[in-house]
């Protein structure tokens, strides 16, 4: 069983950066898919971005192509989030999970199909 906690959330201005970090611990890191999802207030949490076992595939949800920058460092059994150009939309509580892969994909992009959380991390970002 492994152990999920986010880091590096805060409050910060329209078009600035953070970089949210996810340290886990107790179990084989490198089997878990890990994903990064967000949850604004009244909303569901949704599919941010996910990297694959090996840090090699990666996916994004389109609202946060090509500003969002996920990647993993297996030795130190992390996995991190570097979000630029933040908007205000971007505000939520950001959750990490992870997940033992199966079947044809590697990637999912729905909450319920990971089975371990961190405890999430606000990251608000204001206009």
């Known amino acids: 069983q492994v152990r999920l906690v986010e880091s590096g959330g805060g409050l910060v201005q329209n078009g600035d950066s953070l970089r949210l970090s996810c340290a886990a611990s107790?179990?084989?890191?490198?089997?878990?898919?890990i994903g990064w999802f967000r949850q604004a207030p009244g909303q569901e949490r949704e599919f941010v971005a996910a990297?694959?076992?090996?840090?090699?595939?990666?996916r994004y949800t389109d609202s946060v192509e090509g500003r969002f920058t996920i990647s993993r460092n297996n030795a130190k059994t992390t996995v991190s989030l570097q979000m630029d150009r933040l908007k205000p939309e971007d505000t939520a509580v950001y959750y990490c999970?992870?997940?033992?892969?199966?079947?044809?994909?590697?990637?999912?992009?729905?909450?319920?199909?990971?089975?371990?959380w961190g405890q999430g991390t606000q990251v608000t970002v204001s206009s």
């Open positions: 107790g179990g084989t890191f490198r089997r878990y898919t």
């Open positions: 990297v694959d076992r090996d840090g090699i595939n990666t």
């Open positions: 999970g992870a997940r033992i892969p199966f079947g044809v994909s590697w990637v999912r992009t729905i909450d319920v199909a990971y089975e371990y």
